[in-house]
């Protein structure tokens, strides 16, 4: 088994469905280069069967709209002096803004640098659906 | 501190310069994407200082000279049933057959897709240098 020991002070993101993990850290972390952080991918879950585990040893803001669009079932904690402090859960964003484009070509927001995209959330359906706030169009959200 | 328990079977990438770890994981390891994969990333080294290290639960014949090129300070540990039975440092390839592109556009082997790539190491002058055995221009391998 690829376990890893607990971090003293940083950020645990669990439950990554297996596959995600890379791309999180790519979309979400590459900022925090110079921290430790372990990437486990692949590993056992009771619960997913397979999953992908990021440990980060640096606290930040993370972004739980973007994390929630990946994947929503993924857990976030918070640790601190080795104890974990905060437990939250990634949810789909009913309302988003930025992050993703328009899929109609000739929506505004795909023209204009000012318009910037603006969703709600139209329905879950495998992936999350989002109406474009200005066109109108259906967009599925894919990473 | 992020440590990892010992995998049983399997592939210990070691003392990688930190930030080549996840350049090394696409190159080599995106393959055996469904094997547990720990990867760690800037962890405390007392060699280096800083470094990233890669656990992989699967074995197989990893490619010592892409390896070489990418970082000749790699080693490679082979585990079987918890213990160590293999260890190998990653050297500079003396002559490189494919792998990479000669710097040289006119050269025979970027316009004839027979005519594979074929190197000798010329000079190790920070990054590794080799000397074209079609058209004797020098290139500088990077990542």
Known sequence: ??????????IVIDHIKAG??????????????????VLLMNVDSKAL????????????DID????????????VNIVRDSKITDKRKANIPEEVTGLFNCINPRCITNS????????????????????????EEITKYRL
């Open 49 to 60: 069967g397979k999953k992908d585990i990021i440990k980060l040893a640096d606290v930040f």
């Open 112 to 135: 204009d640098a000012y318009a910037v995209p603006k969703f709600k959330l139209y329905e879950m359906n495998g992936s999350a659906e989002y109406i474009c706030s200005y066109c």
């Open 20 to 37: 995600n993990g890379l791309k999180i850290f790519n979309k979400l972390l590459s900022e925090h280069i110079d921290s430790p952080v």
């Open 1 to 10: 088994m690829l376990e890893v020991k607990g971090i003293q002070n940083g």
């Open 64 to 75: 739980l709209d973007i994390l929630g669009l990946i994947d929503h079932n993924i857990t």
